[in-house]
């Protein structure tokens, strides 16, 4: 498996006449090429909760996520690739054609199985024994939805390792898509004094900040959550879908219009807007997620 993965990732500079106005060095992070099924984020969150998995000799790995989750499709494949079982718990009803999330992660072997949105949101009280009575195995290794835990934040703050070993470490801020705010707060963690992660929330939650703080133990100072939402997870416009394409057209680089486009369009405002000074020196993170980016062909 570690002949396959890509790492460290690599960084390109991304200039255009928005970086070049405003005196900003402006660099993308391709944590989308660390695997082709495996990529981003999804890895490095993975990482250590399957060497956990594997300490406790767990041969079942179950997780959540909703219909379009990367975390459920990267979980699928990992476990595929190193031999686990795994169940994903879906939000919302079954549909007998699957999307194409779903259906990969089924093809990898996962056991799909769904709850209602009700249900969903108590599932930290649910017994899911209900829903898995026909499984065998009964012995889980429990990963929250996103795979966010402590395990999965040792393997975000390697990110910033990766940066400062490729002679990137006189940087400013680091800026990446946030969902659980995980990966965020696993950079936040690994930060110098005068550096600052800086989040991009991807759905609407006005108190993301100060439950990624209360959660991980974060100091405030380190961390910035800015909201580009598009009006909710997921969802998107025409203008983030234009954004999309005319990135893709200028740097050959796909972005989703779920996670990796909103992060990207946040940051092109906030230089717009003048949040970051002249001279800036900002590495964004593309935590993968293109999978999702192919329901619109953009590349057309």
């Known amino acids: 498996m570690k002949n396959t993965l890509q790492l460290p990732s690599p960084v390109h500079k991304i200039e255009n006449e928005l970086t070049e106005k405003f005196n900003v060095h402006l660099f993308l992070k391709r944590d989308d090429l660390i695997h082709p099924e495996i990529s981003g984020n999804k890895w490095r969150k993975l990482k250590y909760n399957i060497a956990q998995a594997k300490l406790e000799h767990k041969s079942t790995i179950l997780t959540f996520g909703g219909a379009y989750s990367n975390h459920i499709t990267a979980t699928a494949k990992a476990c595929q690739l190193l031999g686990f079982n795994s169940i994903g718990v879906i939000r ?44 065998n195995d009964t012995d889980f290794y429990i990963l929250p939805e996103g795979g966010a835990n402590t395990l999965a934040l040792k393997g975000c703050a390697e990110i910033v390792d990766e940066i400062n070993n490729d002679n990137q470490q006189d940087f400013d801020f680091i800026c990446c898509a946030c969902g659980t705010g995980t990966t965020v707060a696993g950079i936040a963690s690994n930060l110098q004094a005068h550096q600052k992660a800086i989040g991009i929330a991807v759905l609407k939650h006005n108190y993301l900040k100060e439950e990624i703080i209360e959660k991980y133990n974060i100091e405030s100072l380190k961390l910035d959550i800015q909201n580009y939402h598009f009006n909710g ?15 893709y057209y200028e740097h050959d680089i796909l972005l989703d219009y779920v996670y990796t486009g909103k992060m990207m369009f946040g940051v092109f405002d906030l230089i717009q807007k003048g949040y970051f000074a002249r001279n800036s020196k900002v590495i964004c993170i593309h935590t993968g997620g293109v999978m999702n980016a192919n329901v619109f062909d953009i590349t057309k």
Do not use: P, V, W
Request: with cysteine; glycine share 4%.
């Open 92 to 135: 919302g009803e079954a549909h007998h054609l699957l999307n194409k999330s779903l259906q990969f992660a089924k093809d990898c072997g996962m056991d799909l199985k769904y709850l209602d949105r009700e249900n969903y949101r108590n599932k930290d009280y649910y017994d899911f024994r209900t829903i898995i009575s026909d499984f």
């Open 233 to 247: 997870y997921a969802k998107t416009t025409n203008e983030l879908m234009e954004f999309i394409k005319n990135f």
